[in-house]
């Protein structure tokens, strides 16, 4: 696989060098020169595929050309035990339920098959390979969780100081001995650029690897195609016409949109995409992949089978007590609003879709006010410690950030 930087200054580079570097040189993001596409009789056929299966087509019409047969199959072994299950949410409209990994997080899908990757492919031989994540939710505590049996990697994960709940501050406590967490005192933009500047601080990766594990990395970024392929796949299985099924989901950074660009280009059927967010959108979180979107839709102006909508705080809250009462499915705040985006602009004969990302236990405040009543904690956050917060501090200054990682050297 050949890929270009949405920078367009820098040399095309392999997908090895994509991994490793995180950022292009002339700090755009990577792209594939070229998408492959997957033959019609994938699709056709993909009801009665198992997750293996679909996994190992996806990844080698990705990735054949650098990853050899066998080591698509070591690195998709753990990636296909997270179970992506469909759930009826209303007449019409299901659930893809991405969120069944070892932290609750449809970035596990992700994390693990970039872990598995990093570690068959050897590049965490030799120096260490410092690995930069700039997380407000999920990010930071997938990607330790997949890299902790991994030799030769150290991860870094930043977050913003009193922006993130209270689940998501008391995972990153869980990761503190796989990963070292640093308490910046700033917003997820200053996280994100902190990341971003090391990884193209040519001074500082004189003595040290890093890379990112984000979606800024190509292999994370192109796994949310999995996030597509997989429930259609359960879709079809269980009789949808699959030339009428439509797809919802949280805008998010981008990542999640963009993917779904390149699924649907690689092949897969998909009749529309309906990209939902709170309003007012994080600038941040739209800059983050907004090159690549507009890469993949020529500028802004060439993806007429994309619908954005907004949702207000309120319409969340009431969408997720109705969805609940009516038949005890709990949504989380994002999929709330996604689905309620999709809920209003289906049309008869249509199947929806709603790209279920996060545990609800992650909305767990939305959704109690909503339900007016306590949800039970799944099994992995009733074991997590909420006391333990001794994680590293400080400020949004890149010089005090190189020091940091110089010292850990």
Request: glycine share 8%.
């Amino acid at each position: 696989m050949r890929l270009y930087s949405t920078g367009l200054t820098s040399p095309e580079a392999s997908l090895t060098e994509a991994i490793l570097n995180g950022y292009a040189p002339d700090g755009g993001l990577y792209m594939p020169v070229r998408l492959p596409f997957i033959p019609t009789a994938f699709f056709n056929n993909i009801g009665g595929m198992s997750s293996d299966e679909i996994t190992y087509v996806t990844g080698n019409s990705l990735f054949g050309e650098e990853i050899s047969a066998d080591t698509m199959k070591e690195a998709i072994a753990d990636t296909i035990d997270i179970d992506t299950p469909l759930a009826e949410i209303t007449p019409g409209i299901l659930g893809a339920e991405l969120y069944h990994g070892p932290t609750l997080s449809a970035m596990d899908i992700g994390a693990t098959l970039l872990a598995k990757i990093i570690s068959n492919l050897g590049l965490n031989v030799g120096d260490p390979l410092n690995i930069l994540v700039a997380t407000s939710r999920d990010t930071g505590v997938a990607m330790a969780k997949a890299f902790d049996s991994v030799p030769g990697i150290n991860l870094f994960a930043l977050y913003p100081s009193r922006q993130i709940t209270d689940i998501a501050e008391s995972q990153l406590s869980s990761i503190q001995d796989k990963a070292t967490v640093i308490e910046v005192h700033g917003d997820y933009g200053d996280c994100h650029n902190l990341a971003k500047t090391a990884i193209l601080d040519n001074d500082l990766r004189g003595t040290m690897k890093l890379t990112s594990a984000n979606s800024i990395n190509i292999v994370t970024f192109l796994s949310k195609i999995l996030h597509f392929i997989y429930p259609y796949a359960k879709a079809v299985a269980t009789g949808v016409n699959p030339s009428q099924i439509v797809m919802a989901f949280p805008a998010g950074n981008l990542s999640t949109l963009s993917a779904g660009i390149i699924a649907k280009r690689m092949g897969l059927p998909v009749k529309r995409f309906i990209v939902t967010g709170n309003s007012p959108m994080s600038e941040m979180a739209w800059r983050t992949n907004l090159p690549r979107f507009k890469r993949l839709c020529n500028g802004l102006t060439d993806c007429n089978d994309i619908i954005f909508m907004s949702t207000t705080d309120d319409m969340i809250i009431d969408t997720i007590a109705e969805v609940y009462f009516s038949n005890g499915h709990l949504l989380d705040q994002d999929t709330a609003a996604a689905y309620l985006s999709l809920r209003e602009s289906l049309k008869p004969g249509e199947t929806g879709i709603v790209l279920e990302c996060s545990h609800p236990i992650k909305s767990r405040n939305a959704i109690e006010k909503g339900i007016g009543y306590e949800i039970p904690a799944p099994p992995a956050i009733k074991r997590l410690h909420p006391q333990r917060r001794n994680h590293e501090k400080m400020s949004a200054n890149y010089a005090e950030f190189k020091q940091f990682l110089i010292s850990r050297l």
